[in-house]
């Protein structure tokens, strides 16, 4: 193997060990056969790089990385990668092991099994009731695990907040619903319709075909929408990050107060969608949507004025 799929195969290796090592500990304290493990990963498979750059330190990880050179995952044939709401960017896989319960060796290809069903399911699956009030997203799936091919009845919806670019990354708003699946804009000035899972590469797009089918889920995405805050409720932001004022150029910088070179590295990281250790005025605009003056305090760090943001210039 040459080096790229040295450090491919080495990440697979040491993701295979690290899963094992956990089910051993189960074992060893007697649980295994009382758990439930769940294994999925990220979604979508990271663009490769052209080339090797440099080892780095990543911010987020407290580690040093070799870069998107040696991400040589495929997306099986399905359309759009990381940060796309096509299938190759959301369909992810799930695994699962909860001995005399979940049969071993049963695939699924039924089922859409999506995050917000963790909750209700895996609460089911504890005897846990849901207070009388709770209005989640996800439905109880437990069937599921425990081998039954059923369908969900609820629909799930996707909005994608970053850039915009042509193939597969221009939708912002996506709902499916049974096997049907919408792609649009926010204003749903575009659309697109798919069958899945007849059409799991989303090739042929139907939507002039199904004009009422499309009215239904465009409707079903536009008031989803409008059910979202429009800000984040400031208790569900973390205590050491700060981004509303991490990019102030000019504030000053107490003591614990979360300004620091590694707050503003961990959003230099979060904000780089296209990983090219850049940030662009769009990709710093949609990591701070909502909040004013943008393009001037861009430029702010913008110190040689060529309209991108270095990781020196902003974490500093």
């Known amino acids: 193997l ?25 074992k060893a304290e007697g649980l295994e056969d009382n758990t439930i493990v769940m294994f999925s990963s990220d ?13 780095k330190r990543d911010p987020d990880a407290n580690a ?9 995952g495929s997306s099986g044939g399905l359309r759009g990668r990381k940060r796309s709401v096509f299938e190759g960017g959301v369909r992810v896989p799930l695994i699962v092991r909860w001995p005399g ?11 859409v099994f999506t995050a917000v069903d963790l909750l209700p399911t895996l609460c089911a699956a504890a005897g846990v009731k849901l207070p009388d009030d709770y209005q989640g997203d996800g439905e109880n799936l437990l069937a599921a695990l425990k081998g039954e091919s059923i369908k969900r009845k609820r629909p799930i919806f996707w909005e994608w907040l970053g850039m915009k670019a042509e193939p597969d990354y221009w939708p912002r ?32 797009d139907v939507a002039n075909d199904n004009p009422e089918i499309v009215a239904r889920l465009t409707k079903l995405a536009i008031d989803w929408k409008a059910t ?33 070179p590694e707050v503003r590295a961990r959003a ?34 913008d110190k040689n004025g060529d309209g991108k943001l270095t990781r020196e210039e902003f974490v500093r």
Not at 2 to 26: E, H, P, R, W
Not at 64 to 72: I, L, P, Q
Not at 233 to 254: F, G, H, I, M, V
Request: net charge negative.
């Open 2 to 26: 040459d080096k790229q799929k040295q450090v491919y195969s080495a990440v697979i290796t040491d993701g295979d060990n690290a899963v094992g090592a956990i089910l051993d500990a189960l």
């Open 43 to 55: 979604n979508g498979p990271e663009s490769t790089a052209s080339q090797a750059g440099p080892e």
């Open 64 to 72: 040093t990385g070799y870069g998107t050179y040696y991400s040589v």
């Open 101 to 111: 319960h979940t049969p071993a060796g049963v695939k699924n290809d039924t089922t």
């Open 173 to 204: 708003l996506v709902v499916r619903d049974g096997d049907w699946k919408l792609v649009m804009t926010d204003e749903a000035k575009r659309a697109e319709l798919y069958r899945i899972p007849e059409d799991r590469a989303e090739a042929t």
């Open 228 to 260: 979202l805050p429009t800000k984040p409720n400031p208790e569900c932001r973390s205590t050491q990050l700060t981004d509303e004022n991490a990019d102030q150029p000019n504030n000053p910088k107490p003591k614990g107060s979360g300004l620091t």
């Open 268 to 301: 230099f990281v979060r904000w780089d969608v296209d990983k090219d250790d850049v940030l662009t005025l769009a990709e710093y605009q949609a990591g701070l949507k909502g909040q004013d003056d943008l393009e001037t305090r861009f430029k702010g760090f």
